[in-house]
């Protein structure tokens, strides 16, 4: 059984949450955007790599009747080194637990840096079910095999060690990145994922990456579904492997993007970096001819 992290908040009265009040209050927007399922994951609240307040836009602008949380949504690994848990955080958990108050269907799937959620699979807190996988059937009648990923890792799996090793040099790389985009701010410039470009850039994560896309595709086809739904590699991402449909929902702390099925059944990655600077864009042009 895995052993339980100290968090901030109670995950026994996680039915009370709601009743609190945010640090961010909710914003009222007209035209929010509706969808049938929405999957993120790999936010890893408790740590300084994530993009908390970019998620709470994300969540103040987007409404779905389902959404997953495919794994990593807490990070009990860097909370064993120490405790980092701003308001911001707490915003996010508020939110979700609001949706499923308002009638959402919240699925919560936890992976390997929040596996002390695990042992509760086939248990309902405040509204949220916590499962080990999931079937999701899509509006145009395809199945969907939901999954973090991470149990098709082998390093993760038979070298927990290294996989640790790789966390910290992981946290100084995005230290440097969130010092990088402070000073992109400071010039007006959006946000930019340093990490992102390197793990685009370097041969071995790209052949990581592919090989770890082949082989959930694999179990897919293995088990007779159509598709397959994951997280963990922080690599956002829609493409069809020997007949079966991959897709991954990438994360919130490199990347920042989303899962998205439209009422057809057709799906969508929302990179919300992008979204927001589209939305700022006719904000800031106003701005410099009112100058």
Partial sequence: M??????????????????????IPERVVAGRRQYRTVWISDVHL????????????????????????????????????????????????????????????????????????????????????????????????????????????AITMSHRWLAHLGDYAYEALMALNRWMNAGRRLFGLPYWSLSKYAKQKVKNAVSFISKFEEIVAHEAAHRGIDGVIAGHIHKAEMREIQGVHYYNDGDWVEGCTALVEHYDGTMEILHWADEMAARDAPESEARLEAA
């Fill in 2 to 23: 895995a052993t339980i992290t100290r968090l901030p908040f109670d995950a026994a009265h996680f039915a009370d949450f709601h009743a609190t009040q945010p640090a």
């Fill in 46 to 153: 408790g740590t300084r790599g994530c993009n908390a307040e970019m998620l709470i836009d994300f969540l103040d602008h987007v409404d779905s009747e389902t959404m997953y949380l495919v794994g990593d949504i807490i990070d009990g690994w860097a909370m064993k080194k120490r405790l980092y848990w701003p308001a911001t955080h707490n915003d996010i958990v508020w939110r979700v637990l609001k949706r499923a108050k308002r009638g959402t269907r919240i699925v919560y799937i936890p992976g390997n840096h929040d596996e002390m959620f695990r042992q509760f699979s086939g248990l309902d807190f405040g509204g949220v079910e916590i499962l080990r996988q999931a079937i999701h059937e899509t509006a145009d009648g395809r199945r969907l095999l939901v999954l973090h990923g991470d149990e098709f890792d």
